[in-house]
C-alpha cells in the first residue's frame, strides 16, 4: 500500500530563479515538487504523495538556447499503489443497484459488485442502501472495510481503477 521508492529525476530550474547556496537548493526543491505534483501517479510506483529525502544533485548543464539549468536529482517519494490482496478501508461514494462505487485515498474510483457482496441486498429509496440479516447498512458516507480483488493503471487518465469484494471475515461497513 504505502512505498518508500528511490526516484531520479532531471529538474530544470529557469534562468530567472538562479542563485547562489541556499536559494538555488529552494529554487530546486520548489521546482521539483512542482514537477511531482504534475506527475500525479505511475503505474509503476502507484500516487505520489511526499518528498521525503533528497539524496544527490548534481551540479547541473546549461541548455544553450534558454538558458535554462538542468539537474539531476536523486530523493526518496512516499507513495501509495494498492495491491491485489490487500485489505482496505473506503468511504462509500455512490450506492447504485448493481454495487457500491467507494473511495480511498487518492484511488476514487473501486467498485463492489452486488455479487461481491455476500447476504446484502438493496433497498431503493431516496437514499438506496445495501442491508444484510444482521441489519448492517451499506450507505452513503459510509467507510467500508474491502479486500481489493483486481488493480488496473489507466494510462490516459493516469489513475488506478480496483474491484473490491466483501466476502471474507471483518469485512464490510464499519
Given at each position: 500500500?504505502?512505498?518508500?521508492?528511490?526516484?531520479?529525476?532531471?529538474?530544470?530550474?529557469?534562468?530567472?530563479?538562479?542563485?547562489?547556496?541556499?536559494?538555488?537548493?529552494?529554487?530546486?526543491?520548489?521546482?521539483?515538487?512542482?514537477?511531482?505534483?504534475?506527475?500525479?501517479?505511475?503505474?509503476?510506483?502507484?500516487?505520489?504523495?511526499?518528498?521525503?529525502?533528497?539524496?544527490?544533485?548534481?551540479?547541473?548543464?546549461?541548455?544553450?538556447?534558454?538558458?535554462?539549468v538542468v539537474f539531476t536529482v536523486v530523493f526518496d517519494c512516499l507513495t501509495f499503489k494498492p495491491v491485489k490482496?490487500?485489505?482496505?478501508?473506503?468511504?462509500?461514494?455512490?450506492?447504485?443497484?448493481?454495487?457500491?462505487?467507494?473511495?480511498?485515498?487518492?484511488?476514487?474510483?473501486?467498485?463492489?459488485?452486488?455479487?461481491?457482496?455476500?447476504?446484502?441486498?438493496?433497498?431503493?429509496g431516496e437514499n438506496p442502501i445495501f442491508i444484510n440479516n444482521d441489519n448492517l447498512k451499506l450507505e452513503k458516507?459510509?467507510?467500508?472495510?474491502?479486500?481489493?480483488?483486481?488493480?488496473?493503471?489507466?494510462?490516459?487518465?493516469?489513475?488506478?481503477?480496483?474491484?473490491?469484494?466483501?466476502?471474507?471475515?471483518?469485512?464490510?461497513?464499519?
Open positions: 500500500m504505502f512505498f518508500e521508492v528511490e526516484m531520479q529525476r532531471n529538474v530544470i530550474v529557469p534562468a530567472d530563479q538562479m542563485y547562489t547556496g541556499l536559494l538555488l537548493q529552494r529554487a530546486i526543491i520548489i521546482q521539483l515538487l512542482e514537477d511531482i505534483a504534475d506527475m500525479h501517479a505511475s503505474g509503476e510506483h502507484g500516487y505520489f504523495l511526499a518528498v521525503t529525502k533528497l539524496k544527490k544533485c548534481d551540479r547541473g548543464r546549461v541548455r544553450d538556447l534558454t538558458g535554462e490482496g490487500e485489505i482496505l478501508q473506503g468511504v462509500a461514494d455512490r450506492i447504485l443497484k448493481h454495487g457500491v462505487m467507494l473511495k480511498c485515498g487518492p484511488v476514487d474510483k473501486i467498485f463492489i459488485s452486488q455479487k461481491m457482496m455476500k447476504d446484502f441486498r438493496f433497498i431503493q458516507d459510509g467507510t467500508i472495510r474491502f479486500k481489493v480483488i483486481g488493480v488496473r493503471w489507466m494510462e490516459i487518465e493516469k489513475e488506478f481503477r480496483m474491484l473490491g469484494s466483501l466476502d471474507g471475515d471483518y469485512l464490510g461497513p464499519i
